[in-house]
């Protein structure tokens, strides 16, 4: 193969190589973001499965202090009814009576189910918090996973630019010059692979003489239509193994 033609194609790695890295680490934030909103989500459950179970408490708080209400009103009907005069005023007393009891009998159906309500709202809670605890835990698990991803790309990166700057070095300038502006043009990517007789980034046809030019890999030659330097991969003889395991099958 044209020695440079293979320095470019490993040049094209390098910068791809260099442009994930870079996309992964600026992508960290939105990351950071995506797991602490995870984590507030789990909180606000939280919170809300909690304000729940008060607001009812304090509803049962409020029904129980009419039941008293109503209880104190009942003995003083009791007391009453001891100093009656007549059978009019028994009667009255008596009707006051039942009225306040069926009260209370309503207002202690209504504390039941508040009970009731509790215990599916006291349920609620503690599964928020069993899923906060998890969500903790994995969260605090991925954002360790970013940090230590945070410091392998970075190295990857210092790494990748010492090798680009080793191999430029040795880089036909003219060649390089080719690489450099049609990386800028197309995105970063320089090279192209043929196959079949395509450039397999723009999926244009190549002429048959051209193609059969690039398949010999000795010279650097340019796509007509995107301009990326192409390169042939030829086709590997099927191995031992390979057929072995074809005849198995
Ligand atoms: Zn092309």
Redesign the pocket.
């Known amino acids: 193969m044209n020695a440079d033609l293979e320095r470019l194609i490993a040049l094209q790695k390098l910068d791809s190589s260099t442009h994930d890295a870079e996309h992964r680490l600026a992508d960290e934030p939105e990351r950071l973001t995506a797991l602490d909103t995870r984590l507030e989500t789990a909180r606000q459950q939280v919170a809300a499965a909690k304000q729940r179970l008060a607001d009812n408490q304090n509803a049962r708080r409020g029904v129980e202090k009419d039941v008293a209400v109503h209880q104190g009103r009942l003995s003083k009907f009791r007391e009453q009814a001891m100093a009656v005069k007549t059978n009019q005023e028994y009667h009255a007393i008596q009707h006051e009576m039942a009225f306040a009891q069926a009260e209370i009998k309503t207002l202690e159906d209504k504390i039941l189910e508040l009970m009731v309500e509790a215990d599916d709202l006291t349920a609620a809670v503690k599964k928020t918090e069993g899923s906060l605890t998890t969500e903790q835990k994995t969260v605090d698990a991925e954002k360790k996973a970013l940090a230590a991803e945070s410091i392998r790309l970075k190295a990857e990166l210092d790494q990748l630019r010492a090798e680009r700057r080793t191999l430029v070095g040795v880089i036909d300038p003219k060649a390089l010059a080719m690489f450099e502006l049609v990386a800028k043009r197309r995105n970063g990517l320089a090279v ?1 692979e043929a196959r079949d007789g395509i ?1 397999t ?2 999926h ?1 046809r190549l002429r048959p003489q051209v193609f059969n030019t690039i398949r010999r890999n000795e010279e650097i030659i340019q ?1 007509d ?2 301009q ?1 330097i192409l390169f042939f991969v030829p086709q590997p003889v099927p191995s031992q193994a390979a057929t072995g395991e074809n005849a198995h099958h």
């Open positions: 192209a450039c980034i723009c244009v796509c239509t995107c990326r």
